[in-house]
């Protein structure tokens, strides 16, 4: 069992920057990916970016040089520093956990982020 825990979530003037943290917390004991996604009223769930045990990353194309995923393997915990942010950026932000051999996932409960004048 995994749980996620969120912080760092908030409002911000179209410009800013946020960053944002998830704290995993059980059983990491396989390949995994931790990453960020994103869910905008009506809209459906769509990637952010992501981070592998060693460090490898995947951007969403509209979040290259704005955003960076970054991660601290002993505490199990991943970050997201926002910058540049647009009013389209406002969504409920989740992290997720992804684990292979076998397969499991695993979401946080999300924090909104609202970018505005």
């Known amino acids: 069992q995994v749980q996620l825990v969120e912080s760092g979530g908030g409002l911000v003037q179209p410009g800013g920057s946020l960053r944002l943290s998830c704290t995993a917390s059980?059983?990491?004991?396989?390949?995994?990916?931790m990453g960020w996604y994103r869910q905008a009223p009506g809209s459906e769930r769509v990637l952010v970016a992501t981070?592998?045990?060693?460090?490898?990353?995947d951007y969403a194309d509209s979040m290259k040089g704005r955003f960076t995923i970054s991660r601290d393997n002993a505490e199990n915990t991943v970050y997201l520093q926002m910058n540049s942010l647009k009013r389209e950026d406002t969504a409920v932000y989740y992290c997720?956990?992804?684990?292979?051999?076998?397969?499991?996932?695993?979401w946080g409960q999300g924090t909104q982020v609202t970018v505005s004048s």
């Open positions: 981070i592998t045990s060693s460090g490898n990353t």
């Open positions: 997720n956990v992804a684990f292979f051999r076998p397969w499991a996932e695993y």
């Open positions: 059980g059983s990491i004991s396989s390949l995994h990916a």
